[in-house]
Nanobody, 126 residues
Framework: QVQLVESGGGLVQAGGSLRLSCAASGRTFSRNAMGWFRQAPGKEREFVAASTWSGGSTYYADSVKGRFTISRDNAKNTVYLQMNSLKPEDTAVYYC???????????????????WGQGTQVTVSS
């Protein structure tokens, strides 16, 4: 059974940093795209960041560019999201996602991902 388990969320003041981790089990994703999405209260889930299987290409939502960094350790089957200069508008439940595809054409799209974590809450106070 495939599982993605996020950790590292919490409460932080504006301007602070958090590092989210997503550990996968049940299969290896070393040849698969992985990403992060988030959902704020009353809003739809939105794309945050994604990485190709090698980590050689990364993609970010405009709202987080320059502040968030996605990385992965394929040996550990884990993907990370380093979040710096956090803003209150970053408050959301953050979800890790993994694709069963090696090549993902629309890597920023939810439908390209087949496995999802349960989410971790990130709250940024002003």
């Amino acid at each position: 059974q495939v599982q993605l388990v996020e950790s590292g969320g919490g409460l932080v003041q504006a301007g602070g940093s958090l590092r989210l981790s997503c550990a996968a089990s049940g299969r290896t994703f070393s040849r698969n795209a992985m990403g992060w999405f988030r959902q704020a209260p009353g809003k739809e889930r939105e794309f945050v960041a994604a990485s190709t299987w090698s980590g050689g290409s990364t993609y970010y939502a405009d709202s987080v560019k320059g502040r968030f960094t996605i990385s992965r350790d394929n040996a550990k089957n884990t993907v990370y999201l380093q979040m710096n200069s956090l803003k209150p508008e970053d408050t959301a439940v953050y979800y890790c996602a993994a694709s069963s595809r090696t090549i993902v054409v629309r890597i920023t799209t939810e439908g390209q991902y087949d496995y999802w974590g349960q989410g971790t809450q990130v709250t940024v106070s002003s």
